[in-house]
């Protein structure tokens, strides 16, 4: 298997990559794959809360040139939708932040386009439940196509 650079808080995700034969490697090495996993720190101070979305996407992104990149996968949960529409809103369509983790969660997601402006095949994968993220990654991985540059992956 290709090397894997993975940022996130570890667990499932990361075991299951691993179980699967791809090799973890850190900041040194070139990696055919980035992986960031997202999370919620449940910190109560919000700097310190977006720990956990934003500054994973800088550090990842700080990096992603150096690496020899095929793919970029970001998983978030819906906390970038889930949040309650302004007042007056007919619709529900859009962000939606839930929070200041949703707002965080809404930033990783528009980061992970600038992985695209430099020819990285990208996806983002918006779901909340472990089982539903390791069968829609198996999925993706399985069915990368790298003429479509960007695409957004939701839990149905």
């Known amino acids: 298997m290709p090397n894997l650079r993975y940022f996130g808080r570890g667990g499932f ?5 691993q179980s699967n034969g791809w090799t973890v490697v850190d900041a040194n090495k070139k990696a055919e794959l980035m992986v960031v996993e997202t999370f ?18 800088r550090d990842a992104l700080n990096e992603i040139e ?19 529409p302004r007042q007056g809103l007919q619709t529900h369509d859009g962000a939606c932040p839930n929070g200041v983790h949703g707002l965080g969660t ?4 528009t980061l992970a386009r600038k992985a695209v402006q430099i020819g990285i ?10 089982n539903e ?13 790298f003429s479509v540059s960007y695409r957004l992956i939701q839990a149905v």
């Open 66 to 84: 150096q690496h020899q990149l095929q793919s970029f996968i970001v998983i978030t949960d819906s906390s970038a939708v889930s949040g309650n």
């Open 121 to 130: 095949c990208t996806r983002v994968l918006r779901i909340a439940d472990d």
């Open 13 to 17: 995700v990361l075991e299951h990559l």
């Open 40 to 57: 919620d720190n449940q910190e109560g101070n919000s700097l310190e809360r977006l720990k956990s979305t934003v500054e994973l996407m």
């Open 106 to 109: 809404l930033t990783a997601e």
């Open 133 to 145: 993220k390791i069968r829609n990654l198996d999925k993706t991985l399985d069915s990368l196509d």
